[in-house]
């Protein structure tokens, strides 16, 4: 029978993790691009106005004197 011992070392695991949560960070990201502009298309298609019942503001300044 042939044991075989393996060394990990800590910095290697670190990496390891630290390069799996970057592309799950990555993937999540492209998702959520691609699901936004899904979105958006769709609205347009259907005639939907995310902002039709979305109270605006104005810019206008006045000074009281």
Do not use: C, W
Not at 12 to 39: E, S
Not at 54 to 64: A, G, Q
């Amino acid at each position: 029978m042939i044991s075989v011992y393996l060394y990990v070392d800590p910095s290697l695991m670190t990496y390891i993790v630290q390069a799996a949560i970057g592309i799950a960070v990555a993937v999540a990201a492209a998702v959520g691009v691609h699901l936004r502009k899904a979105k958006k298309k769709v609205d347009e298609k259907l005639g939907l106005d995310e902002n039709r019942n979305k109270e605006v503001e104005t810019d206008d300044i006045t000074f009281d004197e």
